[in-house]
């Protein structure tokens, strides 16, 4: 089975995305925070946080500050939502 390379228009927006979510995760998250993933499937971004305990109001709520900061920064009409 061959693979698709992506073109060059899906490697600026996942540039700008990875870029955007850097920005956004900077001094927002606990140090509880292990990991961060960012997936999109169907013009729909997921943001998945791996914490290493239960999280609390404030972690979710960091996420969620995290998850709207990114689509801000995207292109006015950009495929996510």
Do not use: N
């Amino acid at each position: 089975m061959s693979q698709q390379h992506p073109s060059g228009a899906e490697l600026e927006l996942r540039r700008t995305t990875l870029l955007a979510a850097q920005v956004a995760l900077l001094g927002e998250l606990s140090c509880r925070v292990r990991a961060v993933t960012l997936s999109w499937l169907d013009a729909k971004l997921h943001v998945r946080a791996i914490f290493d305990e239960e999280i609390d109001d404030d972690d979710r709520e960091s996420i969620e500050v995290v998850a709207t900061e990114i689509l801000a920064s995207l292109p006015e009409h950009g495929p996510y939502r």
